[in-house]
């Protein structure tokens, strides 16, 4: 089903799109979907979360393990965001049946799942200009990224430390990285980790948008302890513009801390790193920002 384009955005309620969401949205539905979830979230955002639970009950891709939104929103693993999850967008996973296909389909052509997968295209540039020798990666997931890196570096002598808390990912960035040796995994909670060395680029995507203002300058304090004089600190955090917030919060219960450059860069300040040379990047979408702070101190020679 096509919508109406001249239908009145702000005064329809979701149950009255029953068709679309049942039989899930085509291309040329997508524009008027998103300008609908976002004025409805803009305006009411309670009521929207509420219409949305509604819609779950009713609605296989909202609600099944095989679709992406239902995936996230039942949370197999006791948090959103988990590596399968991220694997998910990073493969461009599509679940079966037409209606799942459909809402896959929209979920992946989005900004938002776009920006996860361009975040890996970072990471991986990162590592091939700056050659680091040593990387701290925090909150490691599924490591596909890393995967892909060695795949096109396959001679590549850089070594990885992976902090990553659930073992199940670990298990799994394990067996899609063959067992890799340069790749060693560290399963903790980054609340209490104490790093026994020094690196070259320390990275962290994924994890300080779950944080806190208090939380990500705590947590920022002690990843710049981890930076060896001269080395770099990159962290990711979705934009405060991320025009998928309504389609994440109401659809699949995925719920962030979007933050501006400039909140990111005052972050910074507050954890110390004002002389670290604070400043903002974004990938093609500018959904997922990277804050990067490099430590000023020199290497002793
Ligand atoms: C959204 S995924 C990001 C994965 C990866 N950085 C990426 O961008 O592909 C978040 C990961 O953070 C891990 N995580 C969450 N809280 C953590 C914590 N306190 N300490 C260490 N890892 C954590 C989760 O287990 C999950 O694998």
């Known amino acids: 089903m096509q919508?109406?384009?001249?239908?009145?955005?702000?005064?329809?309620?979701l149950n009255l799109l029953s068709d679309l969401l049942e039989e899930g949205p085509q291309v040329q539905d997508y524009n008027f979907l998103n300008e609908f979830f976002n004025s409805g979230y803009a305006k009411d955002p309670t009521g929207f979360l509420a219409q949305f639970a509604d819609v779950r009950k009713r609605i296989d891709a909202f609600?099944?393990?095989?679709?992406?939104?239902?995936f996230c929103y039942l949370q197999p693993y006791g948090y959103a965001?988990?590596?399968?999850?991220?694997?998910?967008?990073?493969?461009?996973?599509?679940g079966p049946g037409k209606a799942i296909q459909r809402w896959d389909d929209f979920a992946q052509s989005q900004p938002a799942a776009q920006a996860v997968r361009n975040r890996k295209a970072y990471f991986i540039n990162l590592l091939e200009t700056g050659k680091p020798d040593k990387v701290?990666?925090?909150?490691?997931?599924?490591?596909?990224?890393?995967?892909?890196?060695?795949?096109?570096?396959?001679?590549?002598?850089?070594?990885?430390?992976?902090?990553?808390l659930d073992g199940r990912a670990i298990q799994y960035a394990q067996h899609l990285l063959n067992n890799d040796t340069r790749v060693t995994f560290?399963?903790?909670?980054?609340?209490?980790?104490?790093?026994?060395?020094?690196?070259?680029?320390?990275w962290s995507a994924g994890l300080f948008d779950y944080f806190s203002d208090n939380l990500f300058v705590r947590i920022l304090r002690k990843l710049l302890a981890c930076v060896e004089p001269g080395g770099k600190l990159v962290i990711g955090n979705f934009s405060d513009e991320n025009p998928n917030r309504a389609f994440m919060e109401g659809g699949m219960n995925w719920f962030l801390h979007h933050r501006s450059p400039e909140q990111l860069i005052d972050l910074a300040k507050q954890a110390g790193a004002a002389s670290w040379n604070p400043f903002v990047e974004q990938e093609p979408e500018g959904v997922n920002l990277f804050m990067h702070l490099s430590n000023p101190d020199k290497m002793a020679t």
């Open 3 to 13: 919508a109406s384009a001249n239908m009145q955005t702000q005064s329809v309620s």
């Open 63 to 70: 609600s099944s393990p095989k679709s992406i939104a239902g």
């Open 81 to 94: 965001g988990d590596f399968q999850l991220i694997d998910r967008l990073y493969t461009n996973y599509k």
């Open 136 to 164: 701290l990666n925090i909150a490691s997931g599924p490591c596909r990224d890393i995967k892909e890196y060695y795949d096109h570096n396959q001679d590549a002598a850089m070594v990885i430390d992976c902090v990553e």
């Open 186 to 202: 560290i399963q903790q909670n980054i609340l209490t980790y104490r790093a026994t060395r020094q690196y070259k680029l320390v």
